[in-house]
């Protein structure tokens, strides 16, 4: 019997740290990834990541049409980059990791995209592996007077206020 509670009490103690260690998975402060990445977008123009990132902070989002998690995102991210177009602090790069580019497209037509948004294609995932990600949707805050960021795995409310001031303290917005 003791040493059933001791092997419970053992149990716990790695349950919670488990968890803890997928809660700072989830959203963690993590060190600069790698730059070097090109994709075309759905106009079969390429874009260097190295090359054409601007303002204070990049958010580089990783979806797929298969995902349902992603489909469901989709629209609260695409109100929160609307309402943020013109703020020249926030550029937006959205990643596709279909395998097919009519699948990400036919979701894509649903909804308005500011011109400065960048819709990309990354049928071989080459950039999420890059970057670190394996599940879907997962989004990425780069500070880009450090390269330091961000990463959310799933989804967010892009709506939440608490969540705007974490994006604005992060980028050492005021």
Same mark, same amino acid.
């Given at each position: 019997?003791?040493?059933?509670?001791? @092997?419970?009490?053992?149990?716990?103690?790695?349950?919670?740290? @488990?968890?803890?260690? @997928?809660?700072?998975? /989830?959203?963690?402060?993590?060190?600069?990834?790698?730059?070097?990445?090109?994709?075309?977008?759905?106009?079969?123009?390429?874009?260097?990541?190295?090359?054409?990132?601007?303002?204070?902070?990049?958010?580089?989002?990783?979806?797929?049409?298969?995902?349902?998690?992603?489909?469901?995102?989709?629209?609260?991210?695409?109100?929160?980059?609307?309402?943020?177009?013109?703020?020249?602090? #926030?550029?937006?790069?959205?990643?596709?990791?279909?395998?097919?580019?009519?699948?990400?497209?036919?979701?894509?037509? /649903? #909804?308005?995209?500011?011109?400065?948004?960048?819709?990309?294609?990354?049928?071989?995932?080459?950039?999420?592996? /890059?970057?670190?990600?394996?599940? #879907?949707?997962?989004?990425?805050?780069?500070?880009?007077?450090?390269?330091?960021?961000?990463?959310?795995?799933?989804?967010?409310?892009?709506?939440?206020?608490? #969540?705007?001031?974490?994006?604005?303290?992060? @980028?050492?917005?005021?």
């Amino acid at each position: 019997m003791a040493n059933i509670r001791k @092997l419970s009490g053992v149990l716990v103690v790695i349950a919670v740290l @488990l968890g803890a260690a @997928l809660w700072v998975s /989830k959203n963690s402060h993590q060190g600069p990834p790698d730059l070097d990445f090109h994709l075309s977008d759905f106009h079969h123009k390429t874009h260097d990541f190295e090359l054409e990132r601007k303002g204070k902070g990049v958010f580089v989002h990783f979806w797929a049409s298969w995902c349902p998690p992603c489909l469901k995102e989709l629209p609260e991210f695409n109100e929160f980059i609307l309402k943020n177009e013109k703020n020249p602090d #926030y550029e937006f790069w959205l990643i596709s990791v279909d395998e097919k580019e009519e699948a990400a497209l036919g979701i894509l037509k /649903k #909804y308005k995209w500011p011109e400065g948004v960048r819709l990309l294609f990354d049928p071989t995932k080459t950039a999420a592996r /890059k970057w670190g990600t394996w599940d #879907y949707p997962e989004t990425y805050l780069l500070r880009l007077s450090d390269l330091k960021r961000i990463k959310w795995l799933g989804t967010r409310d892009w709506e939440n206020p608490r #969540y705007i001031k974490e994006i604005n303290d992060f @980028l050492l917005i005021k």
